[in-house]
């Protein structure tokens, strides 16, 4: 797995979960870092060049996710909302490094871009075929599905923020810290 930010350095990262602004309320990442099996950051670096030309650039929400947080998000969200998490029995892409949580932002201004919902915001307004909506949130969100799909990435049918790499099969599912990635990197 690779860092995102060493490949990129316009890739803004506004990782939650190191934050007690998430749905478990409190911090379960010691920093605010993101990776991802590299063929995936490399099609992620794309679509953020490509957003350049615009004038805008990926957010990062959240990238790999060690398996331990998959089983406390299981267990602190309510039965009726575990749609919109993984059921740590099976893992997730996340833990495989092969899924991403992103939107999109305003290169001049450092905002986010309107969407149909916020981020983790667990509703029908998540769904990536949402009817709601305003004109400009609707067509920022077909933007970033459109890009995303062109690179390899599909589209979760809960969460218009959330991409599988298509290759997420061939990755083990993974429960160690990011400083543990740092070590095997530099080996």
């Given at each position: 797995m690779i860092e995102l930010t060493k490949l990129s350095n316009s890739?803004?990262?506004?990782?939650?979960?190191?934050?007690?602004?998430?749905?478990?309320?409190?911090?379960?990442y010691a920093e605010?870092?993101?990776?991802?099996?590299?063929?995936?950051?490399?099609?992620?670096?794309?679509?953020?060049?490509?957003l350049e030309n615009e004038g805008q650039g990926l957010v990062i929400f959240d990238g790999y996710r060690p398996w331990s947080i998959?089983?406390?998000?299981?267990?602190v969200v309510p039965e009726d909302k575990r749609i919109f998490v993984a059921d740590p029995r099976k893992g997730s892409k996340h833990n495989r490094g092969c899924a991403v949580d992103l939107s999109i932002y305003d290169l001049k201004t450092g905002?986010?871009?309107?969407?149909?919902s916020g981020y983790d915001e667990f509703t029908e307004r998540a769904s990536p075929n949402y009817a709601g909506g305003t004109t400009e949130e609707t067509?920022?969100?077909?933007?970033?599905?459109?890009?995303?799909?062109?690179?390899?990435?599909?589209?979760n049918p809960k969460e218009w923020w959330h991409f599988d790499y298509k290759d997420w099969e061939q990755y083990a599912i993974y429960d160690i810290s990011f400083d543990a990635i740092d070590k095997r990197n530099t080996r």
């Open positions: 890739i803004k990262l506004d990782i939650r979960y190191a934050t007690a602004d998430n749905f478990v309320g409190r911090p379960v605010p870092r993101a990776f991802l099996q590299r063929p995936a950051a490399e099609a992620l670096v794309g679509v953020n060049e490509l998959t089983k406390l998000f299981w267990e905002e986010l871009v309107p969407m149909p067509a920022n969100r077909e933007k970033l599905r459109r890009m995303m799909e062109a690179a390899g990435f599909t589209v």
